[in-house]
């Protein structure tokens, strides 16, 4: 029998995890353990880091795991890295489930740059009322540009302040949609929006309501990632786990009869 492990924490992994259990799948979700209140699951869940690449092919192996799915968010790079690692030890079959990145449709005003160093680089002009639409892992980079008044959507209350002298925190979980993109960017004279380039409709509203408003956009690039297989869909997700042999790795040291 199949056992699949998805590597979760967006919305599709939440969708594909739904899909595994409407068939009847043996599957587990697992998440970083970063959302305080992750959404209920369908599936039985496991929370926390393996230990890197070889805590991951460690987990594949006690765990008889015949399928990995890495449904990590884009920016999720090292987990992702660490997938791969682990899938070319092991044998275990590896697939991404990842939405396209976004692109600028006419009437968009965006800079694109590579990282989030070269974002921070970025606001090096005059005082700004920034929405820093980035999640709460890289408020702290944003401190080299105190002058700014941040606005900071994040999914759960600070635990402790942002270390930005002049900020708004606006706690909300997406999808969000244009109509309150709008409203949130009207009514915190928001002058320029800074995104990571997720991908997926989840999160395009604030970029909608940027295009709708005239207003720029500072997009920070995906990180790059090792070559892997790729589907944005979950029917394609149900579709390879069809059509590919499971493979469960040998316990370690079964192979040398230990
Ligand atoms: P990351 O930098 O690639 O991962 C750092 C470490 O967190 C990994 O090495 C791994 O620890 C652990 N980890 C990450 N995802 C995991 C998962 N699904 N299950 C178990 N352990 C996991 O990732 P990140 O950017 O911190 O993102 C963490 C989680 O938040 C991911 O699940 C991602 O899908 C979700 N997320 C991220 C973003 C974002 O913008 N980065 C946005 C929305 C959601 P070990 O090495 O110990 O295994």
């Known amino acids: 029998m199949r056992h699949v492990l998805v590597l979760g924490g967006t919305l599709e992994a939440s969708a594909l995890a739904q899909a595994l259990a409407d068939r009847g799948e043996r599957a587990v979700l697992s998440y970083a353990g970063r959302v305080a209140r992750p959404r209920a699951q369908p599936v039985p869940v496991r929370v926390g880091g393996f230990g890197g690449a070889a805590g991951l092919a460690r987990h594949l192996r006690d765990h008889a795991v015949t399928h990995l799915v890495d449904a990590t968010h884009p920016f999720a790079a090292r987990m992702s890295a660490n997938a791969v690692a682990a899938c070319a030890e092991t044998g275990v079959p590896l697939l991404a489930l990842t939405r ?34 980035l999640g709460r892992m890289h408020l702290a980079e944003f401190a080299a540009r105190p002058r700014h008044h941040y606005v900071l959507r994040l999914i759960d209350p600070p635990e402790a302040p942002p270390p930005l002298p002049r900020h708004t925190v606006v706690v909300a979980r997406g999808p969000f949609d244009v109509a309150g993109d709008t409203a949130l960017l009207r009514a915190h004279r928001i002058d320029l929006v800074v995104c990571k380039n997720a991908g997926g409709s989840g999160a395009d509203a604030k970029l909608r309501a940027a295009r709708d408003l005239g207003l720029p956009v500072l997009m920070v690039a995906r990180p790059p990632l090792p070559a892997r297989r790729e589907v944005a869909r979950v029917a394609d997700a149900l579709r390879w786990l069809d059509d590919t042999p499971p493979h469960a790795p040998a316990p370690r040291g079964a192979e040398r009869g230990v």
Do not use: C
């Open 100 to 133: 396209p990145a976004w692109r600028p449709d006419a009437g968009d005003d965006w800079t694109t740059v590579p990282d989030m160093d070269a974002a921070v680089a970025a606001l090096d002009g005059p005082p700004r009322h920034v929405l820093l639409a």
